[in-house]
């Protein structure tokens, strides 16, 4: 049984920088493609940056891509999001998510972590 928890989020002027860490316990991460989703009040959950098991391969999506970062350090069973250049429309909570082997799904089950960016 794993367990999720996300730190490192909090209010930041625009332009500002924040690193998100996703701390496992109970099983290693280091077979499994991790991913962050974020969701904004009254959006839609996205999945924003995703991580192979490795750490070979990394995927963002447009919005952030030059400004996010997602690393992970399989040693310490972490999964980290490093944000700069950080925008408004960068707010939403963000939950750290790992890919199910059988399923192929990205479950996140963490708590989450506010950001929010100020203008």
């Known amino acids: 049984q794993v367990q999720l928890v996300e730190s490192g989020g909090g209010l930041v002027q625009a332009g500002g920088s924040l690193r998100l860490s996703c701390a496992a316990s109970?099983?290693?991460?280091?077979?499994?493609?991790m991913g962050w989703f974020r969701q904004a009040p009254g959006e839609e959950r996205e999945l924003v940056a995703t991580i192979s098991a490795s750490g070979n391969s990394r995927y963002l999506i447009d919005s952030v891509k030059g400004r996010f970062t997602i690393s992970r350090d399989n040693a310490k069973n972490t999964v980290y999001l490093q944000m700069e250049s950080l925008k408004p429309e960068d707010t939403a909570v963000y939950s750290c998510?790992?890919?199910?082997?059988?399923?192929?799904?990205?479950?996140?089950w963490g708590q989450g972590t506010q950001v929010t960016v100020s203008s």
């Open positions: 998510a790992k890919r199910a082997i059988a399923t192929m799904n990205y479950v996140c």
């Open positions: 109970g099983r290693t991460l280091s077979s499994y493609a």
